[in-house]
């Protein structure tokens, strides 16, 4: 029998101010009775709405089937068709805003939790299955693919699959790309992401890193070392700034930045030879998922107090519902309706404050959010000692620089059409590059449509 019930299950956390001292993940995973339960929920719809909102195109309700009937590594298998990092996409997807907004169970109470289930699926095959995944025949055909994140490791692994030798080129020392250095350690444990890149490596994918592409070799390098297309899933690592007065001042730093030192060089831990300021008065200026990122870490790292400033309304902020709730709960303080003008240092160049003023919101605009506009006479200074800005971030230029007839937009994003193929043939891209910063799971399905288009592209030849 269906399992009416109009809520989720639960999912089990670490209590907050426990949770907000250590970097261990705050939710703990649904056990298999509660798994069961929650599956029990599902509808098995025919027309299978919830698949719609999947940029990858899982199949949802034969999954959750499968978890039903307490066959957790068939449920897994399923997942592991379309998706090669479940366990990662379980985690870190807006499944609120993507599958589980159309799941029917929504109409009259909550949607069934999807996301909390594929990450219970993979979890449990991670725990018991211990076999490393076996290589795939061979076609003689080599890709490159350039950037470890998550639009190259699933193009990678779709490729590698289909026969090709596939080599990742990835700028950093480790693969993972946003998912270890972005991502903090209580919402993505990195030994998760290491397990999975190592069974794409199992497959056959050979990852070479500290090479940056642009400096240590050549688009046009690779086609010459025989490589016959191209996949661009380089991301969008290059800050924004205000430019406004102070920002160059010590203790000014970028998210990115930020979690770099914090998730990828291990600052948290005792004897860390990697520098970051232990602050006591922090502000992370911006509403995104990666705004509440640096400001849960920086309330880990020992700041007492820790201030989300954002032009906007909460109702407007990007962030999933889910992480400004943990935020909260944490005791992360949100200033809303509120903008930076300056940032203000001492003699040593030391922030000290920063100057805002409050705003209200009038038309909307160009993105359909209403446009805020400053309140006159509302100016203020926060007394402060750090100051993180998290305001969005465009591909580095390096690639586009050096890469002759790769066309790029105003913003710096490579262009490229709905299969990835960009202006040079062979040439493919994906994920952040293209879009700019978004989802974990649309750089996925953009590396899986672009393995698709590259692997007809090498047939037709």
């Not at 399992?3 to 939710?27: G, H, I, T, Y």
């Not at 046009?220 to 800050?239: K, M, N, V």
Request: aromatic share 6%; proline share 6%.
């Amino acid at each position: 029998m269906p399992n009416m019930a109009l809520k989720k299950n639960k999912m089990p956390v670490q209590p907050p101010q426990v949770r907000n001292r250590n970097f261990s993940e705050v939710a703990l995973g649904y056990t298999e009775e509660q798994a069961v339960d929650e599956a029990a929920r599902c509808l098995n719809c025919k027309n299978k709405p919830c698949v719609s909102g999947c940029p990858v195109a899982i199949d949802i309700p034969a999954f959750i089937g499968r978890i039903r009937e307490r066959d957790f590594e068939g449920a897994y298998q399923i997942l592991h068709q379309q998706s090669s990092l479940p366990a990662v996409c379980g985690r870190v997807c807006p499944q609120e805003t993507q599958c589980e907004s159309k799941c029917v169970r929504g109409i009259k109470g909550e949607p069934v939790a999807i996301g909390r289930l594929e990450r219970f699926a993979a979890d449990w095959h991670m725990s018991h299955c211990k076999e490393a995944p076996q290589p795939a025949a061979g076609n003689g055909r080599k890709v490159a693919v350039v950037g470890a994140g998550p639009s190259g490791l699933t193009c990678a692994g779709d490729l590698q699959k289909a026969g090709y030798a596939v080599t990742i080129f990835e700028a950093l020392h480790t693969a993972g790309g946003v998912l270890v250095y972005g991502i903090p350690e209580f919402r993505l444990p990195k030994a998760i992401v290491r397990q999975e890149i190592d069974n794409l490596k199992a497959l056959g994918v050979k990852i070479e890193t500290n090479v940056i592409i642009g400096r240590t070799i050549t688009i046009d390098d690779l086609f010459e070392d025989g490589f016959e297309a191209i996949f661009i899933g380089s991301g969008a690592g290059l800050p924004r700034f205000m430019n406004i007065p102070g920002e160059n001042l010590k203790g000014v730093y970028s998210a990115n930045e930020f979690l770099t030192r914090t998730n990828l060089m291990k600052a948290y831990e005792e004897g860390s030879p990697t520098p970051i300021q232990r602050a006591k008065k922090v502000a992370v200026v911006g509403g995104g998922n990666v705004a509440m990122d640096a400001a849960r870490c920086a309330k880990r790292l020992g700041a007492e107090e820790v201030h989300i400033v954002y032009r906007r309304s909460e109702k407007e902020m990007p962030a999933r519902l889910e992480e400004v709730e943990h935020a909260k709960e944490e005791g992360i303080l949100f200033d809303t309706l509120t903008n930076p003008t300056e940032i203000v240092g001492d003699d040593h160049k030391f922030v000290r404050g920063m100057k805002c003023v409050r705003m209200e919101l009038g038309e909307p605009d160009a993105s359909g959010r209403r446009r805020p506009v400053e309140k006159p006479g509302s100016a203020f200074v926060m007394d402060l000692d750090c100051v993180i800005m998290s305001i969005g971030t465009s591909p580095n230029p390096l690639i586009r620089n050096t890469t002759k007839g790769l066309d790029t937009n105003a913003h710096g994003c490579i262009i490229a059409r709905g299969d990835g193929l960009t202006s040079r043939e062979g040439i493919y891209a994906g994920g952040d590059a293209v879009t700019g910063a978004a989802t974990v799971i649309l750089a996925m399905g953009a590396g899986k449509t672009a393995a698709q288009a590259i692997d007809e592209y090498l047939r037709s030849l």
